[in-house]
């Protein structure tokens, strides 16, 4: 799918401005490359995204291989600050934690929390909280965060927040989920909340997001 490298700048820009007008906080936008090939990823990080979101182990592998440059012309290569963001099975997480994954922000069971930490002793987390109630979104009960954090905790790894998919439909529908998300994180004492998409991050910011997924907004619909 062709990239517009110039879109996808103004497109950053016009994120950020709308980020501004809602919140003085710093907040991390992270371009969700779904559905992309690598080309997405270069654009995003020359833009000025923060970082890459990826759904998919085997999509991140195959994009993290067509970034690698040709013999010829390597030396010290930016590395990609990876955020991985779908939701993960055990046996993946060895096959993407060779790439540095910065940020692992779906850990939603403690036993992928384990293999996390087996795999990359300290990594940073989020635990990911399903807020809707939705049987198709991954995530913990809200009332189970807390004790995932500390499982997260006990087997060593970096807990920084919490992570929510908002509801399907209209953005300020998602405003109850968010808010729910904001204040299990400030109960637990946790900084960051990773919450918003394309279509409701204007709401999430609102309600204290520090993390947003912005994938269509950036690159447009996906083929």
């Known amino acids: 799918m062709t990239i517009d490298v110039a879109a996808v700048g103004r497109n950053v820009a016009d994120v950020r401005t709308a980020i501004r007008r809602r919140t003085d906080r710093v907040v991390t936008l992270v371009a969700v490359t779904k559905g992309f090939d690598h080309r997405a990823v270069s654009a ?6 923060d970082a890459v979101g990826e759904n998919y182990a085997q999509e991140m592998l195959t ?3 067509a970034l690698e440059p040709p013999p010829a012309q390597r030396g010290t290569p930016r590395p990609v600050p990876w955020h991985f ?11 993407i934690v060779p790439l540095g994954v910065k ?3 779906t850990i939603d069971r403690p036993d992928l929390a384990r293999e996390v ?3 990359q002793a300290g990594a940073h987390v989020l635990v990911q909280v399903n807020t809707t109630r939705e049987e198709q979104k991954g995530g913990c009960e809200p009332n189970e965060a807390g004790g995932l954090v500390d499982e997260c905790r006990a087997v ?15 953005a300020e529908e998602a405003r109850p989920a968010f808010r729910l998300l904001r204040r299990l ?22 309600e204290g997001a520090t993390i947003v997924r912005i994938g269509s907004r950036l690159f447009g619909p996906r083929g």
């Open 44 to 49: 995003a990080l020359a833009a000025g995204a």
């Open 85 to 95: 963001i779908g939701q993960l099975q055990r046996n993946k997480v060895k096959m």
């Open 103 to 105: 940020l692992w922000q």
């Open 63 to 65: 994009k993290a291989a």
């Open 185 to 206: 994180a400030d109960d637990l004492g946790l900084p960051d909340c990773s919450m918003g998409m394309s279509g409701d991050f204007e709401v999430a910011v609102e």
């Open 156 to 170: 060593g790894l970096s807990v920084t927040g919490l992570m929510t998919i908002g509801p399907a439909g209209l």
């Open 117 to 119: 930490a087996h795999r």
